[in-house]
Each structure stands twice: as C-alpha cells, then as structure tokens.
C-alpha cells in the first residue's frame, strides 16, 4: 500500500469480484457498486497495475474482462473514477 501497510485478501474472492463487476458494467445501464478490493487497489496500492496484472489468465484480446482495464480512470478527475472499456472487444 502506499501508507507502507499491507492489504490481504482472498484471491478467488478478488477475482471473482472482477469477474462479477465486469459483468454488471456490460448488463446495467447504471454504475454498479464498486467492489471494495477493487477500490482498494485503485485508490490505495503503490502500484495498483501490478496487481491487476497478477489476475492476467492469459492473452488479455481474449479474456471477457482483462482487470488492467481497470486503471482506465478520467484525467479530469483527481480521484480515480472507473471508466471500463469492458466486453467491447467484439
């Protein structure tokens, strides 16, 4: 983390909240709640693209959600804002 402390979490809980909130971008017109391990990486960790990088499974073209797509945030806003270009890789 930033602050020098560590952050634990359930790696299968993490993914699946990925998973779960990728899926929620591409159903619902509405922002859905952002998962608390997501907030946490985006907000919180020195290197928040080091650990999205771990959930890679593979070629990220052909995963139904690459969680490095996650650092896409809105260069207007100070704080990250999630700006998901999920599911449209046709």
Known sequence: M???SR???D???AALAIFMYA???TLREEEPRVPEFIR???EEAANPRAVL???RTGDPSKMFCDPVDL???SAQISKPQILLA???RG
């Open 86 to 88: 999920l599911c449209n």
């Open 23 to 25: 899926f929620e971008k």
């Open 2 to 4: 930033r602050d020098g």
């Open 7 to 9: 952050y634990y979490f």
């Open 11 to 13: 790696r299968q809980q």
């Open 71 to 73: 650092l896409l945030i």
């Open 53 to 55: 990088e771990t959930f």
């Open 40 to 42: 946490v990486v985006l």
